[in-house]
């Protein structure tokens, strides 16, 4: 594995951990949704941002799952099972 390779696999660890950590805080939000709504924090249109947020950071976790499974493919490293972010 050359080092650009190395790099770029490291960022990617560290951006798929940062999304990671963002799709459990929006589930703890949603979560909790019933409990935001009696404090007046949560409403309908604030719960579909949420939602479309978790979506969206669900689909970045996807997208570098796929990007490290390549970069690890193309230096002859076998794919992990469970590769996917949804997994």
Do not use: H
């Amino acid at each position: 594995m050359t080092p650009d390779q190395k790099r770029e696999l490291r960022e990617l660890e560290r951006r798929s951990r940062i999304y990671a950590e963002r799709v459990q805080q929006i589930a703890d939000v949603l979560a909790n949704v019933d409990f935001l709504r009696a404090l007046e924090v949560a409403s309908p249109r604030n719960e579909t941002a949420w939602m479309e947020d978790y979506r969206q950071t669900l689909g970045k976790l996807d997208e570098i799952a796929e990007r490290q499974e390549a970069l690890l493919s193309e230096v002859g490293i076998p794919k992990k099972p469970g590769g996917s972010a949804r997994s």
